[in-house]
């Protein structure tokens, strides 16, 4: 993986940079949005533009679509603790974006983190740090609409 200049932005495709890897980005964001057997079309349409930002080949879509499962759930796995938190951050945001962070989406967070080895600390900490952006950014939404 190439090394990130101090003081730039981390992109995904920084991170996210393997076929391997955005299969599992991909796939686990998905086991994500079916967790509460209520895929959104917020939640579908968020999935496929991170697959356009992260460069993921159709045919690399279609794997990740696959249904590949261990006792009931989707296998992911990603290589560096970069990749996890980054994962983590992103299924997270998939969570509220139809501002339906249900309890069965939690659970699954929970049990995806502990899968990879994400503390339930990091975890709070990474769930914090999201919902604050989210309000953040619906503050900015609500201030640009005065007139």
């Given amino acids: 993986m190439k090394?990130?200049?101090?003081?730039?932005?981390?992109?995904?495709?920084?991170?996210?940079n393997t076929e391997d890897s955005r299969i599992n980005y991909l796939r686990?964001?998905?086991?994500?949005?079916e967790s509460d057997n209520d895929k959104s079309s917020e939640e579908e349409g968020f999935i496929y533009k991170i697959a356009e930002i992260a460069g993921a080949s159709y045919s690399e879509i279609l794997k990740a679509e696959e249904k590949?499962?261990?006792?009931?759930?989707?296998?992911?796995?990603?290589?560096?603790?970069?990749?996890?938190?980054?994962?983590?951050?992103?299924?997270?945001?998939?969570?509220w974006i139809d501002d339906d962070y249900s309890?069965?989406?939690r659970a699954e967070i929970i049990a995806v983190g502990n899968e990879l080895?994400?503390?339930?600390?990091?975890?709070?900490e990474v769930e914090s740090w999201v919902k604050q952006g989210i309000d953040w950014m619906k503050t900015g939404a609500e201030l640009l609409r005065l007139e």
């Fill in 103 to 105: 309890d069965a989406e």
């Fill in 3 to 16: 090394r990130i200049r101090a003081g730039k932005l981390l992109g995904i495709k920084d991170v996210i």
């Fill in 28 to 33: 686990g964001l998905i086991r994500i949005a």
């Fill in 68 to 95: 590949q499962y261990i006792e009931g759930h989707a296998r992911i796995h990603f290589e560096t603790k970069t990749e996890k938190l980054l994962f983590l951050m992103q299924a997270l945001y998939l969570c």
């Fill in 117 to 124: 080895g994400i503390t339930q600390f990091e975890i709070d």
